[in-house]
């Protein structure tokens, strides 16, 4: 009997060793001293899934970058807040939580949790997450908003004069890649439409976009046209159902579009109600661009190794 358990307890130990050197930790990348794992990134991995599961097509490198990226996206990010903020927050957690499953369709906590556990997902590990952005974003509205400018006469004007013409009324449902280049901006934007091409948009929003939605593979979801600025307005006319407008060039870059959707708008005109809407979509677009170069302007200040 006792020669049984010792070598019940033998071959346990030998199983073990075993899948311990098969989980051999690897250092991947070094954002000032924290590192990144192998294991961070397959952890990652799993989180980037959960958001977009065409994921699992892309290439082995070209997925490790992804995840690798985002975690020193969060990295910077969570510094920064950590200066900002001491205290958590556990009423704020919770709301996040329940955002965040809807807006991946689910209805009930319970069955995301059991998602997340299918999947491998640490339930805290995630919510630590969304606490990091919704921080982020408290951080620049409070450092940025007085920066927020809007000319509300205009707003109201060119709200009028569209809902004034004869033209039917639309709002889109759309995807965005957003991403600025330094040089060699034909050979660049080719790269981006080869890859869109090969493996579709929403994997291209997550490899490329430096928008905040390219979590969620680019999807910004409907906008009523008054919205959208008339160089955007324009390309989005063209475009049938399912297609990607070309480049766009913007203030801050360049922005390239899908239409998912869109759908007339039969509602009674309210301008007042209009208005309101459009000037928070205006204060949002702002705000998120101040996002994004505060986070380039953080990032440069960022010693980051990459292994061989």
Do not use: C, H
Not at 88 to 114: H, M, P, R, W
Not at 159 to 186: A, H, Q, V
Not at 296 to 303: A, D, G, M, T
């Amino acid at each position: 009997m006792l020669v049984k358990k010792f070598f019940a307890f033998f071959i346990l130990f030998f199983l073990y060793n075993n899948f311990v050197e098969s989980q051999e930790i690897v250092i991947i990348s070094k954002v000032n001293n924290e590192i990144i794992t192998n294991i961070d990134i397959e952890n990652e991995k799993k989180y980037l899934l959960l958001l977009n599961k065409n994921l699992s097509k892309i290439s082995e490198k070209d997925f490790l970058n992804l995840a690798k990226n985002s975690i020193i996206r969060e990295k910077i990010k969570k510094k920064e807040v950590n200066r900002f903020f001491k205290e958590e927050n556990d009423a704020l957690d919770t709301k996040l939580v329940t955002n965040f499953y809807n807006k991946l369709g689910y209805q009930k906590k319970s069955e995301f949790i059991n998602l997340l556990n299918e999947r491998n997902i640490k339930f805290e590990k995630l919510k630590k997450k969304l606490v990091i952005d919704k921080k982020w974003n408290q951080i620049v509205y409070e450092m940025f908003s007085n920066k927020i400018r809007i000319d509300e006469n205009s707003l109201k004007i060119a709200i009028i004069k569209y809902y004034n013409s004869k033209d039917k009324k639309y709002e889109y449902n759309i995807s965005e890649i957003t991403f600025d280049i330094e040089k060699n901006t034909d050979s660049e934007i080719k790269k981006i439409l080869n890859y869109i091409k090969n493996f579709g948009f929403e994997i291209a929003a997550n490899k490329f976009s430096k928008s905040d939605t390219a979590e969620f593979s680019g999807k910004i979801g409907w906008i009523k046209g008054t919205r959208l600025s008339k160089k955007i307005k324009d390309e989005i006319y063209l475009l049938d159902i399912g297609n990607i407008s070309k480049p766009i060039q913007t203030s801050s870059g360049f922005i390239i579009l899908k239409l998912n959707d869109k759908r007339e708008i039969k509602e009674k005109f309210d301008l007042e109600k209009e208005l309101k809407q459009q000037i928070n979509f205006e204060k949002n677009r702002q705000l998120n661009q101040f996002s994004l170069n505060y986070y380039k302007k953080l990032k440069k200040n960022v010693n980051i190794y990459e292994s061989k």
